[in-house]
């Protein structure tokens, strides 16, 4: 795609990464066909190649107005668009850009920014998280039955076992997911302790700052990720093979951090090493034996993908192989592609796409009747888990419950 971006902004090296990601765009159009908002809406405005035009005129010095800023708002960052373009367009990185800039020129009302700050405020910090979580559950039973399911149950602690680890990763613990659903890393800590790892937290490390990143807050987030590195960093010098991910969502940022630290002369080696070191969970188990893990109740299943799973980090089907290697049955799930309606705070902030995209999912995971559903990030675990009929699992749960 031709660009004739302002002089100022072309001469930073944000104006030369957008340059380069707008010229990679041949506007042929294929990712409109796998885009959810596009779908829904039918309008070329709110799909992938109408974003890019419309960033593309801002950063050729056309003002930013609020229209603009509504079809950037309802993208999803799903990211299924990226994996449909034959031109390899980093989409994302140029919506990145796009929010930033708009987010600065365009004022939201009064309402909307404190809904913002709230939210940041509330769910950035694992122990607001965890607050806001533990008072919810205490007048869970007070609640009409619809707002009762969209707050979930302590689940059970798994199990765990003393070992003598030999080898060593970090975990994260994250914000939202150890409030939320803490046995979700208590199964990842059962799971590795018999495979002889011992996975460690460090107290300090915290949001991986996705949150603010997505929401145009970005120095914010890149305060989030400087402060993981420094928590993270003694335990990478003494010899931490990994740091392994658990919510899907979080491990896309993190793998990140040495790009979007690539130009802070402090930080900038460290933040490559950390993301060198990144896994989603479900990569590190693919390494494993796993020959003395078989499910002890082989269910029928659904498995819901994450966008952050199959999109943003390219894992199709590794999930899918453990499962399936450990004995449970895969049920077939229409349009695996398309988000469910999560993605992030789109629910709060969308709610109307959010719910019909929601509603589509369930029918498609649920339509061959599975017993449980499961899938890699807590966002669409609390999501999908709101209006599901039968239980929506991490699929670490399931492993982890294995004999
Ligand atoms: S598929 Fe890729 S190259 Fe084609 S319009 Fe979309 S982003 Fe541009
Ligand atoms: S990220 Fe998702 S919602 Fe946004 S343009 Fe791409 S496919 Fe559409």
Excluded at 187 to 192: H, S
Excluded at 319 to 333: A, F, K, M, N, Q
């Amino acid at each position: 795609m031709k660009t004739e971006l302002t002089a100022e902004f072309k001469s930073s090296a944000t104006g030369q990464r957008a340059d380069s990601i707008l010229r990679s765009c041949v506007h042929c159009g294929f990712c409109n066909a796998t885009c959810p908002t596009y779908q829904l809406l039918g309008d070329e405005l709110d799909g992938p190649r109408g974003r890019i035009y419309q960033i593309k005129e801002v950063l050729e010095g056309r003002p930013a107005t609020p229209v603009l800023q509504t079809h950037l708002d309802r993208c999803l960052t799903c990211r299924a668009c990226e994996t449909t373009c034959p031109s390899g367009v980093e989409y994302h990185k140029l919506l990145d850009i796009g929010r930033e800039l708009v987010e600065a020129t365009v004022p939201r009302s009064r309402p909307q920014r404190l809904l913002r700050r709230l939210i940041l405020f509330t769910f950035g910090e694992t122990y607001r998280a965890r607050l806001l979580f533990a008072t919810a559950r205490l007048v869970r039973p007070l609640l009409p039955a619809k707002l009762r399911r969209r707050i979930p149950l302590a689940g059970r602690p798994a199990h765990q076992q003393r070992i003598n680890a030999s080898r060593r990763m970090l975990l994260l613990d994250g914000c939202v997911q150890p409030a939320a659903a803490p046995q979700i890393n208590d199964a990842a800590r059962a799971l590795f302790n018999r495979l002889g790892i011992e996975l460690q937290t460090v107290a300090q490390a915290g949001c991986c700052g996705t949150l603010h990143h997505h929401l145009g807050a970005t120095d914010a987030g890149l305060d989030k990720a400087r402060a993981n590195i420094d928590a993270w960093w003694p335990a990478v010098e003494q010899g931490s093979e990994a740091i392994v991910i658990t919510a899907s969502g979080c491990a896309p940022m993190i793998k990140e951090y040495g790009e979007l630290l690539a130009a802070d002369p402090v930080y900038a080696a460290r933040a490559a090493r950390i993301s060198a070191l990144a896994r989603d969970v479900s990569e590190v188990l693919e390494q494993e034996d796993l020959s003395a893990f078989k499910a002890k109740t082989p269910q029928r299943v659904a498995f819901h993908s994450p966008c952050s799973l199959q999109h943003a980090q390219q894992l199709n089907g590794v999930v899918e192989s453990l499962l399936t290697r450990l004995g449970y049955s895969l049920v077939p799930v229409r349009d695996p592609h398309l988000c469910c309606g999560s993605a992030g705070t789109y629910s709060i902030f969308q709610p109307t796409l959010s719910n019909e995209l929601r509603a589509r999912k369930l029918d498609a995971l649920q339509d061959k009747h599975p017993e449980a559903i499961a899938t890699a990030n807590i966002g669409c675990l609390l999501h999908l888990q709101a209006e599901a009929a039968v239980p929506v699992r991490h699929w670490l749960e399931l492993l982890a419950s294995s004999a």
